[in-house]
Nanobody, 119 residues
Framework: QVQLQESGLGLVKPSQTVSLTCAVS??????????WSWFRQPPGRGLERIGY???????SYSPSLKRLTFISRDTSNNQFTLQLICVTLENTAVYYC???????????WGQGTQVTVSA
């Protein structure tokens, strides 16, 4: 069974960097044809896709976050990471890592991790 587990600091200050890791078990992030994505859901708002890294290594980001976002992977440890730089209070959200067989389809989700940006 495929499982995804997010981890990272839950509390950061404005202007700092949010760094999250998604550990994957039950599937390899380096084989097949999957898209490995990051989503977030701010309080009282809907889900927002941040970006993804494809099994080929190609990345893509939401236009509104592109300049502040970096997604990478560590195939030896079967995990991928999200970095958001220069965060503001608006980056407070529950962050999810997700697997998808196609660019806009998703089959496995992590349980989510709360990130709070506060001074």
């Amino acid at each position: 069974q495929v499982q995804l587990q997010e981890s990272g600091l839950g509390l950061v200050k404005p202007s700092q960097t949010v760094s999250l890791t998604c550990a994957v078990s039950g599937a390899s992030i380096a084989t097949g044809y999957y898209y490995w994505s990051w989503f977030r859901q701010p309080p009282g708002r809907g889900l927002e896709r941040i970006g993804y890294i494809h099994v080929s290594g190609v990345t893509s980001y939401s236009p509104s976050l592109k300049r502040l976002t970096f997604i990478s992977r560590d195939t030896s440890n079967n995990q991928f990471t999200l970095q958001l730089i220069c965060v503001t209070l608006e980056n407070t959200a529950v962050y999810y890592c997700v697997r998808g067989p196609h660019m806009s389809q998703y089959d496995y989700w992590g349980q989510g991790t709360q990130v709070t940006v506060s001074a």
